[in-house]
């Protein structure tokens, strides 16, 4: 009797058995998008030769994307988040700052659509052509709606019902994960994809600016709280000391990163204007109505 209760002791248990079926359920999706990937850039290098479309830097940068979501998911910071609500906070600055970037900056988009079905590319094709997809995939539209998406989904899935519902249930919490993940890759792409479909410069500052403020504020809001904001089974040992080190590490990095990325896009904007003008080129001055006066005669003017 006394066997037959420690074997049952030691059979997994429905929330063991459903963790395992979502482990699986993510790991093919994922095996199937690295293939794809895959067979793209060889189909793409072996029409215009290898390292051309797509540079091995974008490949290196999708493989290390893919194998930073699997460790989200499976390594060290999985048992941390599991532990407390900073170390849940860590996984999901895995997602939004580390793995969504790099995704994005893997230019999937061209070698998953060759690697794609031929009835599924034509289709793809036919939808893309449409007016209402064409405006949404113009590259100022794109980035403005992607960068208010993922501020909607960051405050969403941090709010105390959704943020419980996630701890709680497998299901929700993987829904969770896809989501943060969706949305970095999907905004990052317009600031870090392949050049022809990069945002503007000034249109791609305005977007990260405008979605780093959302998360600053968000992160202020559980590290300034005078008491926790969740119950307390999310939390560690001390449960104001847990929300106000995840306040931290949402605030911090977020800013951090997102501010480097954005000196980084004005000043190469700011060369791109200085190398579209030839050395040498006089400046000009214009007044409404008037043609283009050099600059110089215009100075010579003002001497007389």
């Known amino acids: 009797m006394s066997t037959l209760s420690a074997d049952l002791a030691h059979q997994p248990g429905p929330e063991t058995v459903a963790e395992g079926l979502l482990t699986m359920l993510a790991v093919v999706p994922v095996c199937l998008l690295v293939a794809g990937y895959g067979r793209g850039v060889q189909e793409l290098w072996a029409r215009r030769g290898a390292g051309q479309i797509v540079p091995p830097w974008r490949v290196a940068a999708f493989g290390v994307g893919v194998l930073t979501v699997l460790a989200a998911e499976q390594g060290p910071a999985h048992e941390l988040a599991e532990s407390s609500f900073a170390g849940h906070m860590t996984q999901h600055m895995l997602f939004l700052l580390v793995a969504g970037p790099l995704l994005a900056a893997g230019g999937a988009g061209l070698p998953l ?43 969403f899935w941090h709010l105390p019902e959704p943020y419980t ?21 999907s905004f990052w792409a317009p600031v870090l994809g392949p050049p022809r479909h990069r945002a503007p410069a000034p249109v791609a500052v305005l977007a990260l600016v405008g979605t780093m403020l959302p998360a600053s504020a968000l992160g202020a809001v559980l590290t300034l709280a005078p008491a926790p904001v969740y119950p307390a089974r999310v939390f560690g040992a001390d449960p104001l000391a847990d ?41 000009t001055a214009t007044l409404p109505g008037t043609a283009a006066v050099p600059a110089s005669a215009a100075t010579e003017g003002e001497r007389r």
């Not at 519902?165 to 969706?182: M, R, S």
């Not at 080190?245 to 977020?254: E, Q, S």
């Open 243 to 283: 929300q106000q080190l995840a306040g931290l590490l949402m605030w911090a990095p977020m800013d951090l990163v997102v501010l480097v990325v954005t000196l980084t896009v004005f000043l190469r904007w700011l060369r791109q204007l200085d190398r579209d003008r030839p050395a040498g080129l006089p400046r």
């Open 113 to 155: 659509t060759l690697a794609a079905p031929v009835p599924l590319r034509r289709l793809l094709a036919r939808w893309r052509v449409t007016p209402a997809v064409r405006r949404l995939r113009r590259p100022t539209t794109y980035a403005l709606l992607a960068g208010g998406g993922q501020s909607i989904v960051l405050w």
């Open 165 to 185: 519902a996630a701890v709680d249930h497998p299901v929700t919490h993987t829904a969770e994960h896809l989501c943060f993940l969706a949305a970095a890759w």
